[in-house]
């Protein structure tokens, strides 16, 4: 079945850290998205979360942002592993089959995720003011 590209409401990014050394690069990683893109940074997982093997903190961003912010998560995501989804009411299959992995692909526990939700999940509000817009 074919679906339209307004079946994506938004994307996550979901960075991932699995020591004390990769959290810091985490941090830092963190830091230049928040000075380059206008994002709505999720708070610090310290432990798996959810569907996620591995301790993270999500990036969700407008769909309009995804050919900016993926490319330079491509180039500046430090070897830190990358999980990039498409938001649509199909959770689990936007985790497991719709996805693409920046670095080494980790574990997703896709039976803690719903197969179909009403509403897709939004952006959100921005919480990041971006001073570089972009740039490097």
């Known amino acids: ?41 999720g708070r610090w997982h310290e432990v798996p979360v959810g569907p996620h093997g591995a301790a993270m903190y999500q990036i969700a961003f407008e769909t309009a942002l995804f050919a900016e912010l993926v490319p330079w998560l491509m180039l500046n995501r430090g070897g830190l592993s990358v999980l990039v989804h498409p938001n649509t009411t199909a959770p689990r299959r936007d985790h497991l089959e719709h996805a693409l992995w920046l670095g080494t692909p980790l574990a997703l526990f896709g039976d803690r995720l719903p197969e179909h939700q009403d509403v897709p999940d939004a952006a959100g509000e921005p919480n990041t003011e971006p001073a570089l817009n972009g740039q490097g």
């Open 1 to 41: 079945m074919t679906q339209t590209l307004q079946a994506i409401a938004s994307y996550h990014a979901h960075v991932y850290f699995q020591s004390p050394a990769e959290r810091e690069i985490a941090a830092l990683v963190r830091a230049q998205v928040a000075e380059r893109f206008r994002v709505r940074l």
